[in-house]
């Protein structure tokens, strides 16, 4: 299992650092040696992963315990997902997402983070065969989607919400490919379906199809027959398990 040291990449606390990049125009090689600096965070990224196999990132709360139902099937899901043959990637931290590292590493799968740094520090999950901590929202999320074939959401908050709306934006568009997002949890994602079709695609923001690629789901058998029919048949992919 490796770690990085907190006095390697990312030792300082990224808060300040996007504050300044949001606050508006600065002098030119300030704003030249801050994209220097997200291209390097970018290229980290890009050499850490390169040798990730087949990818699905798991969205989902860092706040629940491991006593809470949906930590257990987080827990579940991941390790399915790794007996199925995929590496799971998450945002690395505690909660749903540690469930997921969890349940992967306990099958015999390989296990993805990508933490963030905030003021107050994410730590790391402890099941985690490879991670980065990023100091950028925008660099973690690219790397979150950049190796996965699907992208399995939990219950969650704004991070999640997210993360869950930027990847439909993202497919939507086209900018990605038909992954599927499968949503776990009907009784915490129901009433936000019913007003996406109430009320979304009734006043025409979206269309029905953009409604229809977020697949719903209660089990992880449930979750991993959904991601596995779609690497499987959709892209080709073949990955291990039975």
């Known amino acids: 299992m490796e770690y990085r040291s907190r006095q390697g990449w990312g030792h300082t606390c990224g808060t300040h650092e996007e504050i300044q990049l949001l606050r508006g125009p600065r002098r030119g090689l ?33 706040r629940f315990p491991a006593d809470h139902p949906s930590y257990g099937l987080a827990r579940e899901i991941g390790a399915e997902l790794a007996r199925a043959g995929f590496t799971v990637m998450t945002g690395g931290g505690p909660g749903l997402m540690e469930a997921a590292n969890r349940g992967a590493k306990e099958a015999g799968g390989s296990s993805a983070g990508c933490n963030i740094e905030l003021p107050a520090e994410q730590k790391p999950n402890p ?91 209660d089990s992880a058998a449930d979750v991993v027959a959904c991601v596995r029919d779609c690497a499987m048949r959709q892209f080709s992919l073949t990955v291990g398990g039975g």
């Open 30 to 62: 300030s704003e030249l040696w801050r994209a220097i600096r997200i291209f390097f965070e970018f290229m980290h990224g890009v050499r850490r992963f390169r040798s990730l196999g087949p990818c699905v990132t798991v969205f989902g709360s860092a």
């Open 127 to 217: 099941y985690l065969d490879r991670f980065i901590t990023f100091r950028h929202f925008f660099v973690r999320k690219v790397m979150l989607l950049k190796y996965s074939y699907a992208f399995v959401a939990m219950p969650g908050g704004f991070g999640t919400l997210d993360e869950v709306f930027e990847t439909a934006t993202l497919i939507q568009t086209g900018k990605i490919r038909e992954f599927p997002i499968v949503l776990v949890g009907r009784d915490f994602w129901g009433p936000l379906l019913d007003f996406m079709r109430d009320t979304l695609v009734a006043r025409g923001t979206i269309d029905a199809h953009d409604l229809a690629r977020l697949t719903v789901a």
